[in-house]
């Protein structure tokens, strides 16, 4: 297959992958140049049409390996749709769906080793809690945990979640269990002073530093 020939069938997949979750909304699909300033440096590569990101194609391919490299921009779509939902004016609800279908889709194809799969499966909680799909996230979240123990972000994402319902004995838990995985993070630290203080209990000295 020639070069043009595969521009326009990644430029197919592409439109599929932004349109996924259905229409019934009049939103552009395509992320503006604003949308992808915000997104990681590997998601510029992947869908950034300036020579600065097609340059490093061949450096983030290398890096994540082809498999995810082939499916990445499903996950860099899913967080335009996220941004987009939290902005005024936008439709939330479409969004909010049409990044867990972009999701399902990265979690469905990447393998168990595939490098971005915690951050998909903490996107994916995430939003599945915006949705009143409680027991979904969770299942995420802790989904993400098992995948790499020591990364912060779903154990601080789970944590923010019990906290929400009031139950801060539950969050410190959490986040105490990270931070056996993670002694060196100071969000998990910061973050449980202040649920530690929350629940009527004392934070330890290193979290008061």
């Known amino acids: 297959m020639g070069s043009t020939s595969k521009r ?16 019934g909304a009049a939103e552009r699909f395509a ?3 604003r949308e992808i300033a915000m997104l990681p ?3 510029q590569a992947k869908v950034g049409t300036a020579p600065a990101h097609k340059a490093m194609r061949p450096l983030w391919e290398a890096r994540l390996g082809r498999q995810t490299w ?12 996220v941004l987009r939902s939290w902005r005024a004016g936008t439709n ?33 909680g995430k939003v599945l809690l915006r949705q009143g799909d409680v027991a979904g996230g969770i ?16 154990y601080l994402a789970l944590a923010s979640h ?11 838990e959490v986040l105490e269990r990270g931070l056996r995985h993670a002694p060196r993070s100071r ?23």
């Open 92 to 124: 939330r609800k479409l969004n909010l769906q049409r990044a867990v279908n972009n999701l399902n889709y990265v979690i469905e194809r990447w393998p168990p080793g595939a490098p971005l799969l915690p951050l998909a499966y903490l996107e994916r």
């Open 8 to 23: 326009t069938a990644w430029l197919a997949g592409a439109l599929a992958a932004l349109a996924a979750g259905g229409g």
């Open 70 to 81: 082939l499916h990445l921009h499903h996950l860099c779509f899913a967080q335009v749709f």
């Open 31 to 33: 992320p503006s140049d």
């Open 139 to 154: 299942r995420d979240l802790e989904q993400a945990i098992r995948l790499r123990p020591s990364y912060p972000p779903p």
């Open 187 to 209: 969000a998990l630290r910061r973050r449980l002073a202040e649920y530690r203080a929350k629940a009527g209990g004392a934070a330890p000295p290193a979290a008061r530093r």
């Open 162 to 172: 019990y906290a929400q319902l009031g139950q801060h004995a539950k969050a410190v």
């Open 41 to 43: 440096p590997y998601c």
